[in-house]
């Protein structure tokens, strides 16, 4: 969803403001709020590119996604999404520049998931060992839980995964089993 050149361009136009306003960090969290908005109502999207629902409506629907933190710089980045008429665009736009940040700033994105929800204490456990695995990096987290992992937990940083599910431990031993045969 965050392919495409048109969100692309209008991100990066809007990275570019914002650091000539210093509002750089300040920005990527409001877009941090806003994706996390889209996804916890994906009809928010449907809406956005409705043809029938008035660019009005559109407006405040973006200005509220961001929540109370909605500053000038979005603010004003909102109304030229909708002056141009580009809101069906607008939520490749802000993965696009939370992209744009992370990779401007050096950011990598760390997912863990687990079987279960855990206790704090073993997720800052957790947290310890990947930070210890990727010593110098700027780490954010988040995490997921998915029981199909039946145990353990996978940890994804950008291209590189640490496995020490259940699930990926049965798997290697049906294939151990299949090649011994």
Not at 7 to 29: D, F, H, I, M, S
């Amino acid at each position: 969803m965050d392919n495409g050149l048109i969100p692309y361009r209008y991100a990066k136009a809007l990275y570019k403001y914002t650091q000539e306003k210093g509002k750089t960090e300040e920005v990527y969290n409001l877009m941090k709020r806003v994706i996390a908005s889209f996804e916890a109502n994906p009809r928010l999207q449907k809406v956005l590119a409705n043809p029938f629902v008035k660019s009005a409506d559109k407006e405040k629907l973006l200005l509220s996604a961001a929540g109370d933190g909605a500053d000038d710089a979005y603010s004003r980045f909102v109304k030229l999404i909708i002056d141009h008429s580009r809101e069906e665009f607008a939520y490749g736009m802000m993965l696009a520049y939370r992209r744009i940040y992370r990779t401007e700033n050096h950011i990598s994105q760390a997912v863990v998931t687990t079987a279960s929800n855990l206790g704090e204490q073993q997720m800052k456990k957790i947290r310890e060992l990947v930070k210890n695995a990727f010593k110098g990096s700027v780490l954010e987290f988040s995490e997921s839980v998915n029981p199909d992992l039946i145990g353990g937990f996978v940890i994804d940083v950008d291209s590189v995964r640490m496995d020490a599910s259940v699930s990926n431990e049965l798997e290697q031993l049906r294939q151990t089993l299949l090649r011994s045969k």
